[in-house]
């Protein structure tokens, strides 16, 4: 079982940035790949991302694509959700999941295996 913890949210106004990052420990990293997602109150969980370990491919909702970025640092076992050109609609908790590599080109929260608990982002306007 991968062990997740997400860290650097906080709360930020419109148009600001912020990086948040997910320090995973486990199984094999080559076996899975790293998705982000968030959930906003009273909202379903949304896939927001997702990066491959063995490769750094990744692919992104439309609803983040151009001002979301992730990358990882393989050496820090950490993944990075780079987020820049905040909006008020982008406040949720994000959470980081990982998922085996045969599910790679998964969006729904019930692929992805492991969990973090989450950290909160806050984008006042």
């Known amino acids: 079982q991968v062990q997740l913890v997400e860290s650097g949210g906080g709360m930020v106004q419109t148009g600001g940035s912020l990086r948040l990052s997910c320090a995973s420990s486990g199984p094999t990293f080559s076996d899975t790949f790293m998705g982000w997602f968030r959930q906003a109150p009273g909202k379903e969980r949304e896939f927001v991302g997702a990066?491959?370990?063995?490769?750094?491919?990744?692919y992104y909702s439309d609803s983040v694509k151009g001002r979301f970025t992730i990358s990882r640092d393989s050496a820090k076992n950490t993944i990075y959700l780079q987020m820049i050109s905040l909006r008020p609609e982008d406040t949720a908790v994000y959470y980081c999941a990982a998922a085996p590599r045969r599910r790679w080109g998964a969006t729904r929260s019930s692929d992805f295996d492991s969990w973090g608990r989450g950290t909160q982002v806050t984008v006042s306007s």
């Open positions: 990066e491959s370990w063995s490769s750094g491919s990744t």
